[in-house]
Structures are given as C-alpha cells and as structure tokens.
C-alpha cells in the first residue's frame, strides 16, 4: 500500500467499534504507555478525557504510585516497541491492570485484555485504530458523532488542495514549520510536527496557547532567522481569550499566522479532521521535496545498533 | 538588582526551608497550576516526584476529576496570573484543598495554605524559591543535599566561562538551539527552551531521549536548514540505554550534540547545576546579542491588550 492509500484508510478507522474490557469501578487512575505514532494516542485521548487522571510515559519506566488500583494500557503498533514493553513489564510487577492495543508482537502475546488491530500500516498511519478503542471504551460517541467524523475525513480525502498548496509555499520557501495549538487539541499540533518529521523529512516545532505567550512570543517581535520560520495555527478556539491571544500575539509581534481550520460539529470530528489535514499537508511537501513519506530507515537502523 | 545579581540569588534560593502544611493522607492526587516561569515548577517537580499522580495544568480550566481528595497548588510569582487565577477560583468550586506559592497579588490574598516568597525578582529567576517549597514538603531532602546543592551553583556562579563560549558560538553562527533533554530532565530542556526565549530574545526549541527517536531524529540526518540548528544535549543519562541512544543518534545522522554536563552527587545538585548553566548560557547571550535579558515588555503589552 503506498501513502497516499494509507491515509484513505483512516475513514474506516474511524467507524472501529472495538473496545476495551475494562470495569470502571476496579481503578481510579490511568497510565498509557507508547512512543511516537503510536505514543500520542495517549497524549491526544488525555485532552478529551478527564475523568481520572491519565498519565502518558513515553519511556522505559513507569511513575511508582502505579499499584492494583491503576488501570496500564499499553499502546504499540508493532507490539514490539522496546520501551513500550519494559514499562509493560513494569506494571505487571507493581499490579496494575493491564491492557493492550497492539496489531501484534511480543505485547499481543503477553496480554491477556486487549484489541487486536489491523496490521500492515506505517504506525503513524494507524492512529484511528488505536485511539478508537480508548474513545469507544470511555467516551462512548453518538452515532451521529462517528458518521460525521466519517464524513469530514471522507472531504478531506475527496479534496486537499489547501494543504497541497500551503506545502508549496513551505517548499517555496524552505521554511521550518512551528505549529501552534491550544486544548483540547495542543497534541494535534504536536502531531503535525512529527508527520513533519517523518513524512515530510523536514524540522518543525509545536506549541501552544496560553502558555508561549510566557515565554516562545518574545522573540516572534524579531530575532535572527525569524523569517525562516513559518508559523501556522491549528483549529479555532472555543475560548475567546485564547482567540484574542492569537490575534494580539500575531498583531504586536507583526508575525502573520496561517490558519488551517476545521469546524465540527464535535469534538472528535473537529480533532480528526485537524489531524487529516496535517497528514495531506506533509504528504504533498513529502511529494514537492521528492522523499518518500513512507521511508523512516534511520529509525529502522538506530534500533537495530541499540539490540546490538 | 541587574540580572547578573539576579541570577546569584539562586544559592540563597535553595536553601530555602518553607514548605507546605499539607495532611498526605487527606489527598490521592496532585494539581498543580502555573504559567511560564512559575509553570515549569510543577512539572520539573512532576518529574522528581511520583508517588501521586502530580497533573499540571498551563491553562485557564482544570480536569474534571478534581474533587475533595486532590490537593490543588497554585505557582504564580505575581500572584496575578489569569490562567491560574482562573484554575484556582474552579478549583475552589471543585471542592479541592488548595495551597498556594506566590510573592503576592490575588492569589496570596484569596488562598490561606500558602507559602509566600520574597517579590521583586523575574519570575524566571525565581524557580528555587517556587520549587524549594515542594521539594521541602515531599521529598524532604538531607542536609547533606542542600549544601551540596549550594555548592553545586556557587561553582557555577563563580566560574561560567564554558557557557560564555558556547553562547559566543551560537552568537557567531546566529543558530537556533534545540535543546535534547531525558529523564529526570526532560523539563530542564524545556527551561533552557524558554530562557533562551526570554532572555536572548532568539527561538529555541526542546525535545526529549527516547521520544525523539521515533520521529525528529529523521530530518537529523539531512533536510534543508539543518545545520542552522545548534543541537545541546543537557545532562549525563543514568540510563545506559539513553546514553547508547544519544550516541548512535549523532552517529548515524552525522550530527554533532554539544554535551553540556552537570554530575551532581544527588537528583538535586544536578538538576539545579543544569538549570543554572542554562541561565548563564542565555545570560551571556544575551550580552553578545546586546539585549536585555531582563526585558519582557511585549508579554507586558499583551497582558494589556487582554484585560481591555
């Protein structure tokens, strides 16, 4: 399957009615574990579900009040990802309860409550699969919730050539990408910057509203290299302060933002609606710079050195 | 006081003895709100403790799982900050326990449980007096610590020379730094992220082991404007593995990582060691650059434009 295939799958995804087998009434804190493509389902799922707490680990280790009132979902596309599974192993020994979503590997073979997803996809290209899952089992969408997320990805794949042309003028101008979010969608901005990375083979950087306006605006008013930045804001905000702030912070530091917005009529269409767009976005820069989106051989060889 | 006098404050900052008058057994999780330069206390301190799930929030609302048995603690050097004033008032209504550390302003006046810090410094250069009380209150460090703590930053405040040329060096080149932090010092990055932006007025960016191999370390190995980037790693891991990828990763993609290293005795004098010779970093800078570190008047001059 190539890219551009791949993406057309996410409508599908999307439609996934799997859950996990949990009892709600057996934890009161959560722990989800993954890296990369497959790491940030947590983080995104951490922005619209706030229940209980949810601790995202992105490492090997895992925080010590994990115990057997602590609910450990392990996410790894491949079920082989070396720090996914040392924190796995880690929480069985502190008693969690453990769950998995995973197309295979070591982790399907070790874990007993878990959805089984489709395989053959890069990773990043399988975020519907892992994040529905997590959706389905704690937020319980509407109907009409799922057929409009459908539908978005449906017009976003039919047509993309907003994204084909703002991929342009980064190519133009060899810009790096410094994308800008704000909740629930601050991990849909650092998304984009990894499809950046891999897809597009390009650096970008992610932010987010409030909390750059401490810190990151400073030098947006002008310092070296500034102009070599492309600055693009993600979504409209439902706070009207975090607008203003994004109105003012471009006015007084003359910085113009792009703006690539989605209006849903929910959250979760509003969310995978942003996310499709910033895959279309560094597919067609992937295309412009000539590199194939698929290919992430560096990461191949590095955990190959590192097993050695 | 200049920001050199400033940044010598420090010492006296971490010997601070206050702490919080807190029952650990009236609790089973931990918010904790701030902003900027009084942000990042809670989540350096999210890293370092981990008995309870510690969430921090950068933002105007809370999650709704706070409730009678989270203790809620609001870091805002001013006092006056319209994010945390916000998370606080939510948090009141929530039924939370809240505390507070702070120089002033609304907060100090609108929370009893507090600890109140000596004002008239940067917010920035405040961090010891914000995250001494938490580290007082829950990890309750040993004489032997502290002294060597104190120590640890007066050899910096002494001696900063290393620092000196490597801001030289980012000065000649006009380079963007990215900062690659690890575990426990995954949020010192992010400081030395927002020092450069404050004090030298330039972007930066941050990123963490082993996260970023699974997506940045792509572009590492060649894409357009790389070598305008000045990659820092912060620290020595004590996690072999890390080190063994810190390694393979400027090996493969032929990029060099200028080490800038700290080896404490404890968790303590290292983080503050690292933390302070990114201070003197952007301090000198700063001077190189001929601005004023001090300066922050465009985040004044948006606070403005908000509250009218």
């Not at 704690?138 to 969408?141: Q, T």
């Given at each position: 399957m190539n890219f551009a295939e791949e993406l057309k799958t996410l409508k599908k995804q999307v439609q996934s009615k799997e859950y996990l087998n949990v009892d709600p009434s057996s934890f009161d804190k959560i722990i989800i574990s993954g890296m990369g493509g497959s790491g940030i389902v947590g983080n995104i799922f951490s922005e619209i579900y706030d229940k209980k707490p949810v601790t995202v680990v992105s490492d090997y280790h895992i925080p010590s009040f994990a115990d057997n009132r602590t609910l450990f979902i392990a996410v790894s596309y491949s079920g082989n990802t070396e720090e996914t599974i040392s924190a796995l192993e880690l929480a069985k020994k502190s008693g969690c309860r453990v769950a998995a979503i995973t197309s295979g590997g070591q982790i399907a073979n070790s874990v007993d409550n878990k959805v089984l997803i489709p395989g053959g996809l890069q990773p990043r290209s399988a975020l519907g699969y892992m994040l529905m899952p997590l959706v389905n089992t704690?937020?319980?969408?509407s109907h009409q919730e799922i057929d409009k997320t459908a539908a978005m990805i449906d017009a976003i794949d039919e047509d993309n050539r907003d994204m084909e042309s703002l991929a342009r003028e980064i190519w133009d101008g060899k810009f790096i990408p410094v994308i800008l979010g704000f909740s629930p969608f601050r991990w849909v901005a650092y998304r984009w910057k990894t499809q950046f990375n891999e897809n597009s083979k390009i650096l970008a950087f992610s932010n987010y509203f409030p909390e750059l306006n401490h810190n990151e605006t400073m030098p947006y008013r002008g310092t070296y290299r500034k102009d070599e930045f492309k600055f693009i804001v993600v979504g409209h905000p439902e706070n009207i302060k975090i607008e203003e702030r994004i109105k003012w912070t471009s006015s007084l530091t003359s910085t113009p933002f792009q703006r690539v917005d989605v209006r849903g009529k929910y959250t979760l269409d509003t969310l995978f609606g942003l996310i499709h767009k910033g895959d279309y976005l560094t597919y067609h820069l992937a295309r412009f710079l000539n590199v194939d989106p698929t290919d992430v051989s560096l990461i191949e060889e590095l955990k190959k050195k590192l097993n050695h």
């Open positions: 704690f937020l319980k969408p």
